[in-house]
């Protein structure tokens, strides 16, 4: 089953009613690779949905998060990107341009064990974030 199709259903199985613009805003976040902000999203669909807002934008995301779907990322800089949750995975940040890439690594969950162990802690997850120069930055600079 694809994911469109599962997180639509997921939102249906949650009461809340699938418009044209949650629908495209859904598609747009499981196609993007880039972890857009909710501007970005506005931009990319504006010109299908010229009523919509960026407040629209935000508040379906606000709904999407609510339910499972989506994972806001907030790293410090000004505006939250938003990621659709597919498997647990790690992000590596480009510290010039904020390019964000996914990074899969299954071994992690023994931290959250190790932690849980050592802490007396009830471990819910984790978060792991590696910063670095993006390939497309460290062309750009001078030697």
Known sequence: MNQLKEALDTLKDTGVRIT?????????????????TADEIYKALEGKFPNMSVATVYNNLRVFREVGLVK????????SRFDFI???????????CGKIVDFHYPGLDE????????TGFKVDNHRMEIYGIC??????EVH
């Open 20 to 36: 044209p613009q949650r629908h495209a805003i859904l598609e747009y976040l499981i196609n993007s690779m880039s972890h857009p």
């Open 72 to 79: 806001e990322l907030t790293f410090g800089d000004a505006s």
């Open 86 to 96: 597919t498997t647990h995975h790690y992000h590596v940040i480009c510290q010039q």
């Open 111 to 118: 931290v959250e064990h190790l932690a849980s162990h050592v």
């Open 135 to 140: 390939p497309d930055c460290t062309g750009k």
